[in-house]
């Protein structure tokens, strides 16, 4: 079980979402993005340094959201997310191709990677927990 850490980033009422490059795995798919915990991180610290070794963004991180397990083919995860405001970004984007600020009951119009999906069904529900 690999255990990953995403941020739920609002920014005027709007979620941020990004599609992975078609070269990675689950390329094309939408996610909030973030990345997996390293050995010695708290799941804060692993957040923060993913989102800006990948998108070269600063957020507030609020507080935990919920989680969300899933099994691929070759892996399984644990996808933990945090509520975050975002603060500041250079438009750098290393793992993905495209982003969106998305309204929260329009995310599940996206193709969004399926550990996402739970999770962005109770954001649509207005569940804050």
């Keep these: ?3 990953v850490v995403c941020g ?5 009422e709007k979620i941020f979402i ?3 490059k078609p070269s990675k795995s689950l390329g094309g798919f939408w996610e909030f993005p973030g990345g997996k915990i390293e050995h010695d991180e708290t799941h804060e610290g692993s957040l923060t340094r993913e989102l800006m070794e990948e998108l070269e963004m600063e957020v507030e991180i609020q507080e935990f959201y919920d989680s969300s397990k899933y099994n691929y083919d070759q892996f399984s995860i644990e996808l933990i997310a945090y509520i975050c405001t ?4 250079n438009q750098n984007l290393t793992d993905h191709d495209k ?3 998305v309204d929260p009951d329009k995310l599940l119009d996206w193709k969004l990677a399926p550990a996402d999906v739970p999770l962005a069904k109770k954001i649509k529900e207005g569940k804050r927990h």
């Design 1 to 3: 079980m690999i255990k």
């Design 8 to 12: 739920i980033i609002y920014k005027d």
């Design 18 to 20: 990004c599609r992975r």
């Design 86 to 89: 975002y603060k500041s970004w």
């Design 99 to 101: 982003f969106e600020w």
